[in-house]
Structures are given as structure tokens and as C-alpha cells.
């Protein structure tokens, strides 16, 4: 099995309702988030994907979250824009158009960051 990895960023602001602590009060962070897909064969070029079409999925997704308050996009009207659920939120819509997705990990700082897949 072979397995590629990109890597992103966007920069948004977000705070988390009924939460007790600082991450209440809006704050921002430069989100960076690796994509991980899988492939049993490679082409006749010898790749599973171009790195190049996994950026420009990526980035499909991401380009309406930057420099945007996290809160005010759907589905984060509702449920809190924490790691857990932007990781998830961005595997499935990946997944909408690429199945081969293994994993997303969204870091919300260089220590801190969620890895989201499926069983």
C-alpha cells in the first residue's frame, strides 16, 4: 500500500460556545493540515495521484475557510469549530470527491493537532 501526504494552511479565526477557558473568546491560528491518501497501484507513470491534484482538491476546500471567523460556515454554526470536528469536516469532502482519503490531521498549533479517519 502506498500512501502520500500533502500539506496546507489557512488562517482563520474561531471560539467555542459553552466551553469554560480561554478558547471561548474568539482567537485565530494558522490551521495546517496534512491529507493522507492510499493506493494499491501505481499508473503508468508510476504514481498512485499526482501531489498535484491532491493541493488542488486541498485547496478547494480550504480556500472558504481563510481569513473567515470558523463560526459563521457551515456546519460550525452549529457544532463548535474545534480540531476534531474542522479534521473531519475536511475528510468528508475529500472523501465527496477523492475515496482513496486515509486521513486528515488539522493542527491548530505546531504542538497541538487531531487526526481524523474512518475504521
Known sequence: MYYLTIKE????????????????NMHGHRWVCH????????????????????KALVRGIIIPLDHHTLNEIKPFTIV???????????YNQIKQELIT???????????????????
Not at 80 to 90: D, R, S, V
Open 9 to 24: 494552511h489557512f488562517d482563520a479565526a474561531h471560539f467555542l460556545r459553552n466551553y469554560q477557558g480561554k478558547c471561548a
Open 35 to 54: 491529507v493522507t491518501v492510499k493506493g494499491n497501484e501505481v499508473d503508468e507513470c508510476g504514481m498512485v495521484i499526482d501531489f498535484g491534484e491532491i
Open 80 to 90: 463548535n469549530p474545534t480540531a476534531e470536528l474542522i479534521a473531519k469536516y475536511i
Open 101 to 119: 482519503v486515509d486521513s486528515v490531521t488539522v493542527w491548530e498549533s505546531p504542538e497541538s493537532s487531531c487526526e481524523y479517519r474512518e475504521v
